[in-house]
């Protein structure tokens, strides 16, 4: 399935870039210690910016939900469909979601609950993306 290649801005590129290493990294808001994603100028809770500091996370989760997208718009992804897009929801923090076509799983057959864990995928030379597959 063609995947979108990202275009990192100063506020993502140290995500992008520990992604590369095969890493996953969060913002954390050290006065509030609540982890976000995707990265932002400022906590969402607290309010502040200089708070903030990038730190590694476990990559597990489990899937919370999903659908399958039959007739999406984007011309990239049309060849591919129907397709799952699952919300994944970390481990580590609850509240941290991220969005996965979960490679290897048929459409339709996503088992809501199960075990993911992070894999990263390249998608353009030199560039990686994350992704989440069922934990065997």
């Known amino acids: 399935m063609p995947k979108i290649i990202p275009v990192p801005d100063e506020l993502s590129q140290p995500f992008w870039d520990a992604v590369n290493e095969r890493r ?45 997208i039959e007739d999406g718009r984007l011309n990239r992804r049309m060849p591919d469909q129907p397709y799952n897009l699952a919300l994944i929801t970390l481990d580590q923090d609850p509240t941290v979601n991220f969005y996965s076509n979960l490679p290897g799983v048929p459409p339709y057959e996503v088992p809501v609950g199960a075990a993911v864990e992070v894999m990263f995928e390249e998608v353009a030379p030199g560039q990686l993306i994350h992704e989440w597959r069922l934990v065997e």
């Open 24 to 68: 996953l990294i969060l913002q954390n808001c050290t006065d509030c210690d609540a982890l976000q994603y995707p990265p932002q100028l400022d906590c969402p809770g607290c309010e502040e910016g200089d708070t903030i500091e990038w730190v590694e996370v476990e990559g597990r989760g489990h899937i919370a939900a999903y659908i399958v």
